[in-house]
């Protein structure tokens, strides 16, 4: 009888605190948490399961210092109440400002047995959907997404059924943005996630996870339940999209994974259908793929890769070799460029081709790139230190790592720390890099340009970009990429756009450097046109740094 009226109370309590518009927090008289109300759960993103048994502590902000709290606690031991401004911190890590009340429930004799909180919060039904909604489409963004996945994957266990995890990739959606500009790919993906919300059943979910990146979280009883859906998919979308008085055709690889066939967790359930989804890609695009077990076997091997380049890091299994840049009139060597290699204990030599994709795609590229900076500059003040004759290094910069906003202050620290002057390093980038968010982009090369560092593009010629850009950018050198090069004897389409780019380029006071030179016919060719400097097999391979530096004193008599 005492536990069904305790039942009851209890029930009744979440029926009051549910009544309450604002959100609510009750703890016990040492703080722990055990109530909280469906408002408190809508506008922080925290679900009942995951406070109960915490402290308030997890939503602090850091905004206010210890005085704060001090003062906080005293007046509600001393008044039993407290009212003020905090601001608190929700799940997804955003910063939210309300107006708090905080009363003690005292027994008979004075204890405090629970503290209720009551907090005021301006628009939160406003707010909560610009926290958790994409704002160019209106759907549930990554972390909303990820919270109704999870909320999925526990309705399911109870009915022994199955959640379908769909990521939805458009095929070569950069050629809308780069042909047609931004605003038209806009309008299309809002139009696209249209579609999508179209094929979905009451009890889905569909999201923009960012970018041309969509998913959906179905549950489903069989497979071919997701089969239905992609198929739907694939069908709607490929219909002509009319944006802004153009006709547009664009297709889409869908990649799939099961709960609980695949993964038990989101974030694994997640990863797995991006896997599946760069498969079906692969494969043509505008089909699907579920994951699959020889999938699983190279998920697998990538995360073992990761983990093996956080490894490499942490113990200095990474070094530097360098390719001489040669004067093609006088073969003295006037440059180099700083290549990363990786001599692992357990796997032996690592090829940049196998890690550099996966150090792009995991976020790791920027503490490469910022190593490879360090150790570039310090081995070119080294080599100065001991007298050899000062030449510029060139560092290539991965696009992850140029946009990321502390670049400059990289760039900066690695030229201090080993007290390079400026005009010892230069930065390679691609063509690519240039596109996009260009205001940001000119800046940063503005910055570079005014620290004292060259700029060069590397492998002109093979991107799509426009050329106007070599006039707008305040870039100092163009490399010719080798595939011109190569082909230019036997070739002639390749030897007029290899002359084109090295009369441009003098027309543009732009220094030319020529990669791939391999044969007495490259090099003739090269010094008839007028390229100054020439960087290939001819004259050297990459070499490591001790190698270089012989090379530096004794000239490149024995060419490698």
């Not at 039942?7 to 029926?15: A, C, F, H, S």
């Not at 601001?87 to 629970?114: F, M, P």
């Not at 996870?209 to 179905?218: E, I, R, S």
């Not at 205001?439 to 005014?450: C, G, N, P, S, Y």
Request: hydrophobic share 40%; glycine share 6%.
């Amino acid at each position: 009888m005492t536990v069904i009226l305790q039942n009851t109370q209890d029930n009744l309590v979440d029926i009051i605190l549910n009544t309450v518009d604002d959100p609510m927090l009750v703890t016990d008289g040492k703080g722990v948490i055990v109530r909280i109300n469906r408002a408190f759960e809508d506008c922080f993103g925290w679900r009942a399961e995951e406070v109960i048994g915490q402290t308030p502590a997890l939503l602090n902000s850091q905004r206010h210092d210890e005085f704060f709290f001090a003062n906080l606690w005293t007046a509600l031991s001393t008044d039993g109440f407290w009212e003020g401004h905090i601001w608190n911190r929700a799940k997804s890590g955003d910063e939210i400002a309300t107006h708090c009340r905080i009363k003690a429930q005292l027994d008979e004799d004075g204890t405090v047995l629970y503290y209720v909180s009551r907090m005021k919060v301006a628009a939160i039904e406003t707010d909560a959907i610009v926290r958790n909604h994409d704002q160019l489409t209106g759907l549930p963004d990554r972390h909303l997404f990820k919270d109704r996945l999870e909320q999925a994957m526990i309705a399911v266990r109870r009915v022994h059924k199955s959640v379908a995890l769909l990521q939805i990739g458009i095929d070569h959606f950069s050629t809308v943005n780069d042909g047609l500009g931004y605003d038209i790919g806009d309008a299309l993906l809002r139009q696209v996630s249209e579609r999508l919300h179209a094929c979905m059943r009451g009890s889905d979910t569909v999201a923009r996870l960012g970018g041309d990146l969509f998913a959906m979280a179905l549950q489903v009883a069989s497979i071919d339940d997701g089969v239905i859906v992609a198929e739907k998919v694939l069908r709607s979308v490929q219909k002509t999209f009319h944006v802004n008085a153009k006709s547009l055709n664009v297709t889409v690889s869908i990649g799939i994974s099961l709960y609980p066939k695949d993964a038990d967790c989101a974030n694994d359930l997640m990863k797995l259908a991006d896997t599946a989804m760069h498969h079906a890609k692969k494969q043509g695009g505008n089909n699907f793929k579920f994951f699959a077990e020889d999938m699983n076997i190279k998920a697998k091997k990538r995360l073992e890769m990761e983990n093996a380049i956080r490894q490499g890091l942490k113990h200095n299994e990474f070094i530097l070799y360098y390719q001489p840049k040669v004067c093609a009139d006088t073969e003295q060597i006037v440059g180099a460029e700083a290549l990363i290699r990786w001599q692992s204990p357990e796997r032996g030599f690592i090829s940049p081709v196998d890690f550099i994709p996966i150090a792009e795609e995991t976020g790791l590229i920027g503490e490469i790139g910022n190593w490879v900076l360090q150790e570039a500059t310090r081995q070119n003040k080294f080599w100065q230190d001991q007298g050899l004759r000062p030449i510029r290094i060139a560092v290539n910069v991965a696009a992850p790592q140029f946009k990321a906003p502390d670049f400059i202050d990289h760039v900066r620290d690695a030229l201090a720390r080993n007290a390079l002057g400026p005009e010892w390093l230069e930065l390679e980038i691609v063509e690519s890099m240039l596109m996009g968010d260009t205001d940001m982009t000119v800046e940063k090369l503005h910055q570079i340009r005014e620290i004292g560092c060259h700029l060069s593009i590397d492998d002109f010629g093979t991107g799509y970009s426009s050329l106007s850009y070599l006039t707008r950018f305040p870039i100092t050198t163009l490399k010719i990429d080798r595939a011109f090069i190569k082909d230019l004897e036997n070739d002639k389409t390749m030897a007029e756009i290899s002359r084109a780019i090295i009369g441009m380029s003098q027309g543009l006071e732009l220094e030319v450097v020529a990669e791939g030179a391999e044969t007495d016919a490259h090099i003739r060719f090269l010094k008839e046109n007028g390229c100054q400097t020439v960087q290939g097999f001819y004259y050297s391979r990459p070499v490591p740094a001790d190698e270089f530096a012989q090379l530096l004193k004794m000239g490149l008599s024995a060419k490698a």
